[in-house]
């Protein structure tokens, strides 16, 4: 039995879906203990009833006007604040990028140890172990605190479940009580560019993906009749979203959505490491690819070696007969 | 007007495209079956340290942890354009990024930086920490992640844009500040790989490269055990692209459950 606490990413009242996940793993590993969630950013309070529901037996708030949008120092202060409270034995955020900014800021100062990108965290020896998959998702590392106390883990989008609301589970959500002055607000958010979420791709049963093997806009439009025929959400590497063909949220990958649709149609991508983590666990995959050496075939059910200018037209032709 | 600048550049294993087994029978990874790299996120880093130089002055200053494995990332720093090198004395596959951070903090303060300090924002091996955070907090300095962009540094302040989930945000920073740099900026390496005799030629250099001594520093994460992840078996099949009737029963099969 464990306290864990859990911070809590809300923007502009909508809550992270990582974080939530966060909070199914905490419930897990508190196996009785208390959990306590800190709800941060622009609409924070709005949420704090979910949180109750899927599983949190604390909730305090942070939403400071002066730090409607994220940056480090005043949530640093604020998450310290916070756990400074109520010490946890573990505290856990998602690996996005403001997770992963402000997890290893907090435990920095804290001079706690700290473990980003985690797949899984749990008790192990009297004291916790932190997991990760790496080099090329050929090792799985366990990392362990070097001293007692607060350990610090960020987990990635998909290690953990997102626990189920129960109505019945309700309580009132405290603000949090932090001092902050104007030197700690020295870093400012000038502008912010952010597209409108346009795809669901976590619920997509069918994907097809288009990487940098499209070419240019011609090549994407094949991509896009090929979803179309098949009633399926567009899906992109980075390359392809770097290159302004489609916007940020369509991409896959390490920075991108996990996806786990039943067919995923890559086309015209590598496979690199950090495309493939977004779409592994696909439960069948198809990659067209001239190179008949790109790494995605090795994770493909059905390798297709050839253009996909070529290709695509021909699945469509044989979808329509 | 002209800022100063301090790059954190290391050597990282490559992890790309791995084939056969990583680990020993001790549960160590096998050098020899991963190799070394410089890191490219650090490259990138360097890349736009280098660019600023280019455009409105200042002197660069190159600093890494640890004796070379493959890789002499500080040589290839000084052959890419930058003003000095550092060595810092600490073993980076001994300590976690906190420690690590606390070793270059101290090599910072020494050389009194008030200016901007580069890093790139993960490591891609592993990503165990960031260490531009921890390094931002030991030098109680601003800091931000995922910098795709600098678009102005002054004495005073520096602008980044840098990638978030869904776009990009611009945030502007009093100096000093620890700016972490992501993928975006280097697609091609704009200078490019030398040949072999230059390339020898800048490792037979006499170069003096002064060394940091960091004091004791604890690592407060170990690494409490390594295992090989079982190699994902999944039933390939090569398709034929030429005929309609293979790409066919593909789809129809792909499109049913099993
Ligand atoms: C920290 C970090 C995070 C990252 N996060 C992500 C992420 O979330 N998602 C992501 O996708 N990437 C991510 N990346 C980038 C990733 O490393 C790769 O650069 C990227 O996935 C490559 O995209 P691609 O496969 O589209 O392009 P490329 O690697 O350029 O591959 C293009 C492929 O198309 C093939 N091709 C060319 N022409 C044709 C044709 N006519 N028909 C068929 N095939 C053709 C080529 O053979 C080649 O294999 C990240 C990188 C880093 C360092
Ligand atoms: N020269 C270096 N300077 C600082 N940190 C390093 C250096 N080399 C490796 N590291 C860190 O040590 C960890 C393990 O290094 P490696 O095994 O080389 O990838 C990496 O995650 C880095 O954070």
């Given amino acids: 039995m464990a306290d864990i606490s859990v911070f809590i990413e809300v923007d502009d009242g909508v809550l992270n879906d990582i974080s939530l996940q966060c909070l199914g793993a905490a419930r897990a590993l508190a196996d009785g203990g208390v959990v306590r969630c800190l709800a941060a950013g622009a609409g924070a309070s709005g949420i704090a009833a979910d949180l109750f529901a899927?599983?949190?037996?604390?909730?305090?708030?942070?939403?400071?006007?002066?730090?409607?949008?994220?940056?480090?120092?005043?949530?640093?202060?604020?998450?310290?604040?916070?756990?400074?409270?109520?010490?946890?034995?573990?505290?856990?955020?998602?690996?996005?990028?403001?997770?992963?900014?402000?997890?290893?800021?907090?435990?920095?100062?804290?001079?706690?140890?700290?473990?980003?990108?985690?797949?899984?965290?749990?008790?192990?020896?009297?004291?916790?172990?932190?997991?990760?998959?790496?080099?090329?998702?050929?090792?799985?590392?366990?990392?362990?605190?070097?001293?007692?106390?607060?350990?610090?883990?960020?987990?990635?989008?998909?290690?953990?479940?997102?626990?189920?609301?129960?109505?019945?589970?309700?309580?009132?959500?405290?603000?949090?009580?932090?001092?902050?002055?104007?030197?700690?607000?020295?870093?400012?958010?000038?502008?912010?560019?952010?597209?409108?979420?346009?795809?669901?791709?976590?619920?997509?049963?069918?994907?097809?993906?288009?990487?940098?093997?499209?070419?240019?806009?011609?090549?994407?439009?094949?991509?896009?009749?090929?979803?179309?025929?098949?009633?399926?959400?567009?899906?992109?590497?980075?390359?392809?979203?770097?290159?302004?063909?489609?916007?940020?949220?369509?991409?896959?990958?390490?920075?991108?959505?996990?996806?786990?649709?039943?067919?995923?149609?890559?086309?015209?991508?590598?496979?690199?490491?950090?495309?493939?983590?977004?779409?592994?666990?696909?439960?069948?995959?198809?990659?067209?690819?001239?190179d008949a050496n790109a790494p995605i075939f090795k994770v493909a059910h059905y390798q297709v070696v050839g253009d996909l200018k070529v290709v695509i037209p021909k699945l469509i032709k044989v979808l329509a007969a | 007007m002209s800022v100063d600048t301090m790059v954190i550049v290391r050597e990282v294993w490559d992890t790309r495209d791995l084939v056969g087994q990583v680990l020993d029978d001790t549960g160590n990874i096998k050098a020899d079956a991963v190799g070394t790299r410089f890191e490219p996120e650090d490259l990138n880093a360097l890349e736009m340290a280098l660019r600023l130089k280019d455009?409105?002055?200042?002197?660069?200053?190159?600093?890494?942890?640890?004796?070379?494995?493959?890789?002499?990332?500080?040589?290839?720093?000084?052959?890419?354009?930058?003003?000095?090198?550092?060595?810092?004395?600490?073993?980076?596959?001994?300590?976690?990024?906190?420690a690590l951070a606390e070793a270059y903090a101290g090599a910072i303060r020494e050389l009194g930086s008030q200016g901007l300090i580069l890093i790139g924002t993960t490591v891609l091996d592993g990503e165990n920490s960031l260490l531009g955070a921890h390094l931002a907090a030991a030098l109680d300095a601003e800091q931000v992640s995922w910098v795709d962009e600098l678009e102005e540094a002054t004495p005073e302040r520096a602008v980044a844009r840098r990638a978030i989930e869904m776009g990009t945000e611009t945030v502007e920073v009093p100096l000093p500040a620890v700016l972490s740099v992501g993928v975006a900026l280097l697609e091609d390496d704009p200078r490019s790989p030398r040949s072999a005799k230059a390339m020898l030629k800048l490792k037979m250099k006499k170069v003096d490269i002064p060394a940091h001594e960091a004091p004791a520093i604890e690592a407060v994460t170990k690494t409490a055990g390594r295992a090989a992840v079982p190699e994902r078996v999944i039933e390939t099949r090569a398709v034929d692209a030429e005929s309609e009737a293979e790409l066919k029963s593909m789809l129809d099969e792909a499109r049913k459950g099993d």
């Fill in chain 1, 54 to 290: 899927r599983g949190a037996d604390e909730v305090k708030v942070f939403d400071d006007s002066r730090a409607a949008a994220y940056t480090t120092k005043p949530y640093a202060k604020a998450v310290i604040a916070w756990l400074n409270e109520a010490p946890p034995a573990v505290a856990l955020f998602g690996a996005t990028t403001i997770g992963n900014d402000l997890a290893p800021s907090v435990a920095a100062r804290l001079k706690t140890p700290c473990v980003l990108s985690a797949d899984g965290v749990e008790a192990a020896d009297g004291g916790y172990v932190a997991r990760r998959v790496e080099f090329d998702r050929k090792v799985q590392t366990a990392y362990a605190p070097e001293k007692e106390g607060l350990f610090i883990v960020s987990l990635h989008d998909g290690a953990a479940e997102t626990p189920a609301a129960d109505a019945s589970r309700t309580g009132e959500a405290v603000p949090l009580s932090v001092e902050l002055d104007d030197s700690d607000f020295a870093a400012r958010v000038l502008k912010r560019d952010v597209a409108k979420k346009t795809v669901n791709l976590k619920d997509a049963k069918i994907i097809v993906a288009a990487g940098a093997g499209v070419g240019n806009a011609e090549g994407l439009a094949v991509v896009q009749q090929l979803a179309d025929a098949l009633g399926a959400e567009v899906g992109a590497t980075r390359a392809v979203v770097d290159a302004g063909w489609l916007a940020a949220d369509h991409q896959i990958g390490q920075t991108g959505a996990t996806v786990r649709p039943d067919l995923y149609i890559a086309c015209g991508i590598s496979g690199a490491v950090q495309h493939r983590v977004g779409m592994l666990d696909a439960r069948k995959i198809i990659a067209i690819n001239t």
């Fill in chain 2, 55 to 98: 455009a409105q002055g200042g002197k660069v200053t190159a600093i890494s942890a640890g004796e070379p494995r493959g890789v002499d990332v500080l040589r290839e720093a000084l052959y890419r354009g930058v003003d000095a090198v550092v060595r810092v004395n600490a073993d980076p596959l001994a300590l976690d990024d906190q």
